[in-house]
């Protein structure tokens, strides 16, 4: 088990006081630093050695053709006035570029009913903006020393919390931004996670492999589950009922455990081809999608409970050229977004099981993505040190999306068993076989044999997964 994590006061963060320097400018002291060299070392925070020799071995960003050249400095600003802009002439969706932080955007949330929006950054600060005129409302303080990897809210808004490389969680009030309490680890954190509920906040662990569960009032330990996985935790969350914690892996596996039981219910091995980048629930918490280095989305159907090695699925292919770092539902499930290090946010119809639209317009990798609650609009986080807001309200209405819906030649038909409306393919001559829509599919191919096999039909005989299958 690993060690529990020590409790730190809210009292105010050390600073560290450099001295003044004292000597004449160019005047060679021996061992002390000048101002200037201390304030470029400080400047320039890399991740410690264990990281970087991590991520350049694994290559995560690695694609099948060569990675996009670095841009300058000069090219990376962006203007401070905040636009509005089509992405492309065919894609009509209007965007807002916002710029405040000076490093990598690591994560993005909407928040105060889509009034608001949320992000941390390898800046170390985390802030909370205005999402009607793109200002910053207010910078965090007592601020992490080290990049924010992740940052997550609680569902009335009230509380924030952000995990950082220099090992602790951090919790503010987000009406006042104070500082509620700070916890330290001996270990890394790669990712945090408050439960639906605001009672819960899990952390993923990088070099113990595990996770912590811990009570967000009381400030103590529920569960360290260390060794969970086999290599580092790259993501975990809570299902909608507080009950469940999803976690993923750069060993490939998703594990899912149970909070009452301190078991794990589901273990899914070799879920993908490359390392798992993401998890997200849907807010039903019948399915789980899961974002990969191998450029694919799948989701799951984690529903059964079963103890079992593999699970039923959905495979989301095309997307993207490169490696896929992010994933979110929206609320009612009817479509899904994504980012990846092709620079762009792909959104995805879940029940025609198609990519709707790709959208362009950032200089670098896109680290993270969320959707409001409306579901009008699309928040992204990128690398480039900016977020864009993207309206798409008029998304079905516009010429690029309708086009490609043409040219797949698409036809609608209505779900027998849940009455959501879903598509298939008009040249498909299997396509009577498909009564149901994707997700009552995922059902049925998720059922244990002897309820699957109860049917007239058969499990064997049962329509295939669109896009993917059990043996994915």
Not at 82 to 109: M, N, R, Y
Not at 114 to 133: I, R, Y
Not at 377 to 406: C, F, G, H
């Amino acid at each position: 088990m690993a060690s529990p994590p020590r409790y730190s006061p809210t009292a105010p963060d050390r600073e560290c006081k450099l001295p003044s320097p004292s000597a004449p400018a160019g005047e060679y002291r021996p061992g002390k630093l000048s101002w200037g060299t201390l304030a470029r070392a400080l400047g320039s925070f890399r991740l410690p050695i264990q990281h970087t020799r991590l991520l350049a071995t694994l290559d995560p960003l690695a694609l099948d053709r060569e990675p996009p050249p670095q841009l300058s400095p000069e090219k990376q600003q962006v203007p401070e006035k905040l636009t509005w802009g089509d992405q492309e002439p065919l894609s009509k969706i209007p965007f807002k570029i916002l710029s405040g932080h000076e490093h990598a955007v690591s994560t993005c949330h909407f928040c105060v009913d889509d009034t608001k929006l949320l992000s941390g950054s390898h800046d170390c600060t985390v802030k909370l903006w205005d999402a009607v005129d793109g200002s910053v409302v207010r910078d965090f303080e007592h601020r992490p020393k080290a990049p924010v990897v992740e940052c997550s809210i609680t569902a009335d808004s009230s509380r924030v919390i952000a995990a950082s490389y220099d090992k602790t969680v951090r919790a503010w009030d987000l009406e006042t931004g104070k500082l509620l309490w700070k916890v330290r680890y001996d270990t890394f954190i790669v990712s945090c996670k408050f439960s639906p509920d605001g009672k819960y906040v899990v952390s993923g662990f990088d070099v113990d492999h595990g996770i912590c569960i811990m009570d967000a009032e009381n400030i103590t330990t529920v569960s360290v589950i260390k060794d969970h996985h086999t290599r580092s935790i790259t993501s975990c969350c809570f299902d909608p009922d507080s009950q469940r914690v999803a976690s993923v892996s750069l060993d490939r596996c998703i594990k899912i455990w149970d909070v009452t039981s301190q078991a794990t219910l589901l273990t899914i091995t070799k879920a993908h081809s490359n390392a798992i980048s993401n998890c997200c629930f849907t807010f039903s918490g019948h399915f789980l999608c899961t974002s990969s280095w191998d450029k694919n989305l799948k989701i799951w159907n984690v529903h059964t409970g079963e103890f079992r090695n593999r699970g039923a699925c959905v495979t989301l292919m095309q997307g993207h050229e490169g490696s896929v770092s992010s994933c979110h539902f929206a609320r009612d499930s009817s479509f899904l977004i994504s980012g990846g290090f092709d620079r762009t946010v792909a959104i995805w119809d879940v029940a025609e099981g198609y990519q709707k639209l790709s959208l362009k317009g950032h200089n670098d990798w896109v680290m993270d993505v969320a959707i409001s609650n409306n579901k009008k609009w699309i928040l992204s986080a990128s690398k480039d040190r900016t977020m864009r807001l993207w309206n798409i309200e008029e998304i079905d209405q516009i010429p690029l999306v309708i086009k490609y819906k043409k040219a797949m030649g698409l036809k609608v038909k209505q779900c027998e068993r849940c009455d959501r409306p879903f598509s298939i393919f008009k040249s498909d001559t299997s396509s009577e076989m498909f009564t149901q829509c994707v997700f009552c599919r995922i059902d049925t191919r998720g059922l244990p044999a002897e309820t699957s096999s109860s049917s007239s039909s058969g499990r064997e005989n049962s329509p295939p997964l669109p896009g993917g299958s059990e043996d994915d």
